[in-house]
T-cell receptor, first 115, second 110 residues
Framework: DAKTTQPPSMDCAEGRAANLPCNHSTISGNEYVYWYRQIHSQGPQYIIH???NNETNEMASLIITEDRKSSTLILPHATLRDTAVYYC????????????????FGSGTQLTVLP | KAGVTQTPRYLIKTRGQQVTLSCSPI?????VSWYQQTPGQGLQFLFEYFSETQRNKGNFPGRFSGRQFSNSRSEMNVSTLELGDSALYLC?????????FGPGTRLTVL
């Protein structure tokens, strides 16, 4: 799986958009970008994933550059409960039914939402 | 649907003992993965089970083992515990591409 690079920490004011960058310059054509977050001492939580098109769900938006070498996770209106470590992971999507390959977690970005 | 459940949530053991941790995946999910999280090493993949078969294994010694039952519930076992095995052990279940994690079992080895 491709390696990712994220800033170790970021701050964001409550109510503002949080933009978390991720570099994945060695991503291959069949690898997706996944984002998870982990609130202190809880299990990681899936946020969103995408291949090359921008994606949006109820939690966040994912913007992937045209060359796919980087992406940005956007939390449109950050709240104090969004304080967590955010992990950007790239991996192949599964092909066989019901099978999930391992996730390789890096160090992630500690996002702190400030009141 | 109920989420992934792990038992026990907290466990204290002494060096040399063995421990068994349990994970119940989301109903209908056939894949269960285990991860170890420590402050020094972060989140590391242990192994993945699918339909009672181990499909992937991380770089951990043979003291770490697991199994999956026909109802997809999974257990992991650590034998001859060492101080360095103190960690949060996370289980994740999956049916497609997203993995859903449980709350983890906090193991402390004294």
């Amino acid at each position: 799986d491709a390696k990712t690079t994220q800033p170790p920490s970021m701050d964001c004011a409550e109510g503002r958009a949080a933009n978390l960058p991720c570099n994945h310059s060695t991503i291959s054509g069949n690898e997706y970008v996944y984002w998870y977050r982990q609130i202190h001492s809880q299990g990681p939580q899936y946020i969103i994933h995408g291949l090359k098109n921008n994606e949006t769900n109820e939690m966040a938006s994912l913007i992937i550059t045209e060359d796919r070498k980087s992406s940005t996770l956007i939390l449109p209106h950050a709240t104090l409960r969004d304080t967590a470590v955010y992990y950007c992971i790239v991996r192949e999507n599964t092909i066989s039914s019901g099978s999930a390959r391992q996730l390789t977690f890096g160090s992630g970005t500690q996002l702190t939402v400030l009141p | 649907k109920a989420g992934v459940t792990q038992t026990p949530r907290y466990l204290i053991k002494t060096r040399g003992q063995q421990v068994t941790l349990s994970c119940s995946p989301i109903s209908g999910h056939r894949s269960v993965s285990w991860y170890q999280q420590t402050p020094g090493q972060g989140l590391q993949f242990l192994f993945e089970y699918f339909s009672e078969t181990q499909r992937n294994k991380g770089n951990f010694p043979g003291r770490f083992s697991g199994r999956q039952f026909s109802n997809s519930r999974s257990e992991m076992n650590v034998s001859t515990l060492e101080l360095g095995d103190s960690a949060l052990y996370l289980c994740a279940s999956s049916e497609n591409n997203e993995q859903f994690f449980g709350p983890g079992t906090r193991l402390t080895v004294l």
